[in-house]
């Protein structure tokens, strides 16, 4: 009955792949979001979908293109990965913020690029 | 822009001894403020989180934060450390996108 879940826990690839996460919630929340975690512990958002459409799309390589099927999935494609993408990749989501919601994490994508 | 700063990466208290994290915030309005904290190798999880009202606000785990408008301040407290208490800490705001502070560290001596 996990809230918010995201596969693979770890991710271990080449320079130049392309790989994909995957995130799932089941709180029945509108809003979903990726957070990248780098090595300073320093989290940073990266996007953020309600109800499908995208609405924060920060300053973010466009290798990065995150999906949303629907309210309960989003998905992270990375196209031709490179070091500097190493970091760890949390989904998050929530009902609106404004209303003062709280985030709910999944326990993160260790990726990491050879 | 609003803003979080946490101006300590690292703490190291006994167990047993008191506890304040320190955070600031910078936005134009009084905004939803939370503490989140991420164990090893976990994703976050709420400790705590102030929209108004009574300024001290009570959390799990025995944490505590008090709001100071004056100082925008929101620092988390607690008045005995446990050894599991050892974790990363992050303070955040919340208006129309959530933003986390660098995190604070804690370690906890025996």
């Known amino acids: 009955d996990t809230a918010v879940s995201q596969t693979p826990k770890y991710l271990v690839t080449q320079m130049g792949n392309d790989k994909s996460i995957k995130c799932e919630q089941n709180?029945?929340?509108?809003?979903m979001y990726w957070y990248k975690q780098d090595s300073k512990k320093f989290l940073k958002i990266m996007f953020s979908y309600n109800n499908k459409e995208l609405i924060i799309n920060e300053t973010v390589p466009n290798r990065f293109s995150p999906k949303s099927p629907d309210k309960a999935h989003l998905n992270l494609h990375i196209n031709s990965l490179e070091l500097g993408d190493s970091a760890v990749y949390f989904c998050?989501?929530?009902?609106?913020?404004?209303?003062?919601?709280?985030?709910?994490f999944g326990n993160g994508t260790r990726l990491t690029v050879t | 822009a609003q803003s979080v700063t946490q101006p300590d990466i690292h703490i190291t208290v006994s167990e047993g001894a008191s506890l304040e994290l320190r955070c600031n915030y910078s936005?134009?309005?009084?905004?939803?403020l939370f503490w989140y904290v991420q164990s090893p190798g976990q994703g976050l999880q709420l400790l705590l989180k102030y929209f108004s009202g009574d300024t001290l606000v009570q959390g799990i785990k025995g944490f505590e934060a008090e709001f100071k408008r004056s100082q925008s301040s929101f620092n988390l407290r607690k008045p005995s450390v446990h050894w599991s208490d050892a974790a990363e800490y992050f303070c955040?705001?919340?208006?129309?996108?959530?933003?986390f502070g660098a995190g604070t560290r804690l370690t906890v001596k025996p």
């Open positions: 709180l029945g929340h509108d809003t």
């Open positions: 998050a989501s929530s009902h609106l913020l404004q209303s003062g919601a709280t985030l709910h």
């Open positions: 936005y134009g309005a009084t905004p939803y």
């Open positions: 955040a705001v919340g208006m129309d996108d959530m933003r």
